[in-house]
């Protein structure tokens, strides 16, 4: 009797652990739920990469600050074909034009320091245009 009841429980913890693995991969959308919420622009080329800015994520934090998203998109100079999709979240600093990546593809950054573009066309252009209604 104790035998017919240890399977019982058995295949009732194996379902069980079944069920709560088949509802996190239904409930967990994050990733499809920030997609359909970008409003893509895009603010500069060149033949390396193209980047993007999401108009509806600007977000003014005070004293010249703005939190934004981008998107990189690298590009292979000899093929134009794209390598490599990076999405960045930007702190800029519309006063100095500096900026720090404050997470790369959802990964936060911890110890991102302020940075000055150096003449990089794309990230200067995400400052110019990021900074307009600031």
């Known amino acids: 009797m104790h035998k017919i009841n240890q399977k019982i429980k058995n295949k009732l913890d194996y379902h069980l652990n079944i069920l709560v693995l088949i509802l996190i991969i239904l409930f967990n959308k994050t990733n499809m739920v920030y997609a359909e919420n970008t409003n893509w622009i895009e603010v500069s080329k060149n033949p390396l990469g193209i980047q993007y800015l999401d108009r509806d994520s600007i977000d003014i934090r005070g004293r010249g600050i703005i939190e934004l998203t981008t998107k ?30 404050i997470s790369v593809n959802g990964k936060k950054n911890l110890t991102a320091k302020w940075e000055d573009p150096n003449g990089d066309k794309l990230l200067d252009d995400v400052i110019t245009d990021g900074c307009k209604n600031v």
């Open 72 to 101: 990189y998109l690298k590009i292979d100079p000899n093929t134009s074909q794209k390598i490599e999709e990076n999405i960045y979240t930007m702190k800029i600093n519309c006063l100095t034009n500096k900026f720090k990546d």
